[in-house]
């Protein structure tokens, strides 16, 4: 019997759910029939697989009244698998159970999936065979409470109307198992990405033209694009889209931020991991290139429906090594690609579509639940309001960032900074979205908000990324390198200090060379250390010479610790120290401070050119407010 469990839950998920369940599955069997075989091994597989399985292992000792606890787990479980086995009716335990799960699944919309264990589905309907001996038993012994029976009768033919899997002993177990897993892992998988609710002004035309060309259900492969300027909301478009239909896939990835992301060390090894992690379910480890994540992409997804989302791409290279082609995915697959540079939905891309803006009664009705959220726009405002929109030009970041700014300020404030946008030509809406990005600043920090637009312009400012937020330094960044100075101030120490030691060393102080060879073994060890950490995290695929005071220093680490066991072994037979002026300690330090160097002029260089292809101007054919008034004359 064929079980659509992923349209149903998906059904009830549209929504992030405020239950919050403790387990994925709760397990409802009979213990005499299935624990020590079926279920045991179906435990088992759910456990591998991840997903968080109630299973009451106390039946027994607990006897005929269903615990509190037991009561609490079906509460709290998302998915509810009743085993129906011969002898499961013969349990008023199990009856009780299936009960409470039918209620549940009604009261807290969780789902229920029969499981039909050589049992003929028509028995637990009718209560008939293995079914019918068991309610004659109950009914002799509940002949005071025969209402009990009745609920009992009632919940196993409701039970019975629900579709559910059957199995007979004759077919392979092991397989069986297999689709139950595929059946509840897709559900329990796909993801609920939030996004601004906001944004969803004027979303239901854009999702509509976006389904037209995606064609889900359709027996082919496409690779549909999503393009426009940054704050338009395309990476919202694609959260809504994935949103809506990845439960109709075999399993499915949002990676979001790529344009960020690839940028750091090993980052599209990274991405390829967490693209594959997130629709295989398992780790993969062994990618160690991103030429071998391409083959190992093609080779475990050939076969696979997936719906992949590749979220703010800049450079085709992050698309060769993602979705290179739509012959790496299997039939029915859709791969969604959004990015700011039109150029990069040339190739290989087979439909794309061009975000538009805002209609003007729409980007009113965005700009209004962010200014007066709880109340009307009140008249003497509409003609300010209509300027703001103006020049927001129906770009839903602006307009959202904008009016949460005007949120709760007088008549005048608006005034007052209205005047500030209209010293700056409206033309270019990524100077729009930095004046506001400045005034939140400017807010934040209690300054001086008399400060000009022009001037605003003239500061280093981060580039937005697409879903609004303005970026800031991240905290990793930090961490890492004040990790990378630990070491270097370590190395620096010991190596001073083995120095030092090298220096005094002679016949009759001997304890000098003994102190330095450890000094220096310690210093080689930091360096290794440190080496193998970067190797890690993917440092070791740096250019060249970022690579080469790194190498060169281990060199000169190596041949410092080899001149002091050189030198201890003169101590031992009491000669002269064979090295007066030892340079070695003063070049690896060099070398330390040269890596250091290299990184952070590398690392300044990489934030120009984010901040450079952050900023795009993109020239309107709508005039300014005051070109428009212009025209119009005095």
């Known amino acids: 019997m064929k079980y659509n469990l992923t349209t149903e839950l998906a059904a009830s998920s549209s929504s992030p759910s405020t239950n919050q369940w403790k387990y994925d599955v709760f397990l409802s069997f009979r213990g005499a029939d299935t624990r020590f075989n079926f279920v045991d091994h179906l435990y088992s597989s759910l456990v591998q697989w991840g997903i968080d399985t109630f299973r009451d292992d106390d ?158 259900g359709v027996a082919d492969v496409r690779m549909v694009g999503i393009g426009g300027l940054g704050g338009m909301g395309k990476t919202t478009l694609a959260k809504a889209v994935y949103n809506s239909v990845n439960h109709k896939f075999e399993g499915s990835c949002f990676l979001g931020n790529v344009r960020k992301k690839s940028e750091a060390p090993r980052g599209l090894v990274k991405l390829q991991k967490t693209l594959l992690h997130d629709i295989l379910g398992v780790k993969i480890s062994s990618i160690t290139d991103a030429d071998l994540g391409v083959d190992i992409i093609r080779t475990r997804l050939g076969h696979k429906r997936v719906l992949l989302i590749i979220d703010d791409v800049d450079q085709l290279k992050q698309l060769k090594c993602l979705a290179g082609s739509s012959s790496w995915f299997g039939v029915g697959s859709r791969i969604i690609i959004t990015t700011r540079d039109q150029h990069l939905l040339r190739t290989g891309v087979d439909f794309i579509y061009q975000v538009k803006e805002l209609e003007p009664d729409e980007a009113m009705e965005l700009f209004h639940s962010k200014a007066f959220p709880t109340s009307r726009l009140r008249d003497d405002y509409q003609v300010l309001a209509r300027r703001f929109v103006g020049y927001a030009q129906g770009n839903p970041l602006a307009l959202t960032a904008a009016g949460s700014l005007l949120y709760g300020k007088g008549i005048d404030k608006w005034r007052s900074i ?3 946008y209209e010293r700056v030509a409206a033309s270019n809406i990524q100077k729009i979205l930095k004046i506001i990005k400045k005034e939140h600043d400017l807010q934040r920090r209690g300054l001086n908000e008399a400060e ?172 300014t407010p005051d070109e428009a008034q212009a025209k119009k004359g005095p």
Not at 473 to 498: K, N, R, Y
Not at 501 to 522: E, H, I, K, V, Y
Request: hydrophobic letters at 40%; aromatic letters at 10%.
């Open 418 to 420: 209205l005047e500030r």
């Open 59 to 216: 039946e027994l000792r607990r006897g005929g009244d269903i615990s509190r606890e037991i009561f609490e787990a079906i509460e709290k479980s998302r998915i509810s698998v009743v085993i129906f086995s011969k002898n499961y009716a013969s349990s008023t335990w199990c009856l009780d159970q299936l009960a409470k799960i039918l209620e549940c699944m009604k009261s807290q919309r969780q789902r229920v999936l029969p499981i039909y264990y050589d049992v003929d589905p028509s028995d637990v309907s009718k209560q008939t065979g293995p079914f019918r001996e068991a309610f004659l038993a109950h009914g002799d012994r509940f002949k005071d409470d025969l209402n009990k029976v009745m609920r009992w009768r009632s919940a196993l033919t409701e039970a019975a109307h629900l579709v559910g899997m059957f199995f007979n002993k004759e077919g392979y177990e092991s397989r069986f198992i297999r689709k139950i897993i595929e059946e509840i892992s897709r559900p329990l998988n796909r993801l609920y990405l939030t996004h601004e609710a906001n944004y969803l002004v004027g979303m239901d035309s854009r999702m509509r033209e976006m389904n037209d060309l995606l064609g889900v």
């Open 452 to 623: 000009s637009p022009e001037k605003v312009l003239e500061d280093e400012e981060d580039g937005l990324n697409e879903v609004g937020s303005l970026e800031m330094p991240e905290a990793d960044d930090v961490d890492g390198d004040t990790v990378e100075w630990t070491f270097l101030i370590i190395s620096f120490f010991l190596e001073i200090l083995a120095a030092i030691c090298d220096q005094f060393f002679s016949p009759g102080n001997t304890q000098f060379a003994l102190t330095g060879m450890w000094l220096a073994s310690g210093a080689l060890f930091v360096c290794i250390c440190e080496l193998i950490l970067k190797w890690k995290i993917g440092e070791s695929s740096s250019p060249r010479l970022e690579m080469f005071p790194e190498i060169f220093g281990l060199i000169c680490g190596i041949s410092q610790w080899l001149s002091t066991i050189a030198r201890f072994g003169c101590m031992l037979k009491g000669m002269e120290n064979p090295f007066k002026v030892n340079l070695l300690p003063v070049i690896f330090l060099g070398c330390l401070v040269a890596r250091k160097l290299i990184a952070n002029i590398k690392r300044c260089k990489t934030e120009n050119r984010i901040e450079l292809t952050s900023i795009v101007h993109v020239p309107s054919n709508e005039p």
